[in-house]
């Protein structure tokens, strides 16, 4: 019997790390401290920790993160507005980004920040600046599936013949932000459409690492996740990827999306200053070279820092060109709904 689990994208925020603070408060407990600078993060946990744990070290500016999940965060965000106690949203994927900002949330962004990212790597309303980026890929298990059958596009996983062949995960964020860019660069109705073939063919499961992990005992044959999940576990003991290869789909197809992970002050910041100074240490050189040594195999989007050397170049993936202004969460969210699938 196939497997469904299908979950909201609208997650509970999680709990509360206290970096620089010394303790950790669960999220019904939650209290800004004065003192320090609020960072309301979806980011990986580490990650948030390490940039905050260097640019403490760096500036002596104390930081407090909130931890919540993309849509959560949000919302979350845009339902405080003005009297949000954030000074800093920090996200995994940019669509979660995009709703506050059209929510008018967002400070302006520093020009000298912006500059540290690369042109192509920032959204054209200019508001918010990428701090990360992660390539759509697909997982394949070459006993199951050979190299040579490969599906040629994204889109292809639609068709009666992919049917109980493949999986994804999505309940979740990552997931949605690239039908968010399938929605950007190929319309409604082709979305629908895949949609459709999604909910017909796809087994549902509950992460990226679930589905890595499904297409490594062989269970189905591949799936659609982030490039980061395998590339760390390859790190590692290959645990959930030592049967399994990646296959980028390249040529500009909805299955080379990149997803960039976005940083932004926000409006009603009450520290905007050490704000702009924290938002500009992670855009840095020091700071993407923080991401990197993280260990959690994003691509670092800072002008002139290498990702980590196991990863092929972001300039060699030739992701669709999506303005990721353009990316409409609520939309994806209706859609994925009116297909059964949320």
């Excluded at 931890?67 to 979350?76: L, R």
């Excluded at 968010?180 to 409604?188: D, P, Y």
């Excluded at 049967?243 to 910041?269: E, I, M």
């Amino acid at each position: 019997m196939r497997r469904r689990t299908f979950l909201t994208g609208l997650g509970a925020i999680g709990t509360v790390g206290l970096v620089g603070c010394g303790s950790d408060k669960s999220k019904d407990e939650y209290k800004a401290d004065p003192g320090s600078l609020q960072v309301y993060s979806s980011q990986h946990e580490n990650v948030t920790k390490a940039w905050a744990e260097a640019f403490t070290a760096s500036t002596g500016i104390k930081v407090q993160v909130r931890k919540g999940s993309d849509s959560s965060m949000g919302h979350q965000i845009v339902a405080e507005g003005s009297s949000s106690p954030a000074d800093v949203f920090l996200t995994e994927n940019s669509p979660a980004m995009t709703l506050v900002e059209r929510s008018n949330l967002l400070a302006p962004l520093e020009e000298a920040t912006r500059r540290q990212v690369p042109a192509n790597l920032t959204p054209s309303s200019k508001a918010w600046t990428s701090i990360a980026a992660r390539s759509t890929v697909l997982v394949y298990n070459p006993e199951k599936l050979p190299k040579a059958e490969l599906p040629k596009s994204l889109m292809d996983l639609a068709g009666p013949e992919w049917k109980d062949r493949w999986g994804c995960a999505p309940g979740g964020a990552d997931f949605q932000a690239i039908v968010a860019g399938m929605l950007a660069g190929q319309g409604e109705q082709k979305t629908t459409e895949w949609l459709k073939g999604l909910k017909n063919n796809a087994r549902a499961l509950q992460n990226n690492i679930a589905t890595m992990k499904s297409v490594n005992a062989g269970e189905i044959p591949c799936g659609v996740i982030y490039h980061y999940y395998w590339y760390r576990d390859q790190a590692g003991t290959k645990e959930g990827s030592g049967n399994t290869a990646l296959h980028y789909f390249r040529n500009r197809d909805p299955g080379a999306f990149v997803s960039l992970s976005g940083g932004a002050v926000l409006a009603g910041s009450k520290k905007p200053a050490e704000a702009r100074k924290f938002l500009a240490f992670v855009t840095s050189p020091a700071g993407q070279k923080v991401l990197v040594d993280s260990n959690s195999m994003e691509y670092a989007v800072g002008v002139g820092v290498p990702s980590a050397p196991a990863l092929p170049p972001l300039s060699t993936l030739q992701a669709p060109p999506v303005d990721p202004f353009a990316l409409n969460s609520d939309k994806v969210s209706a859609l994925m709904t009116d297909a059964g699938i949320l």
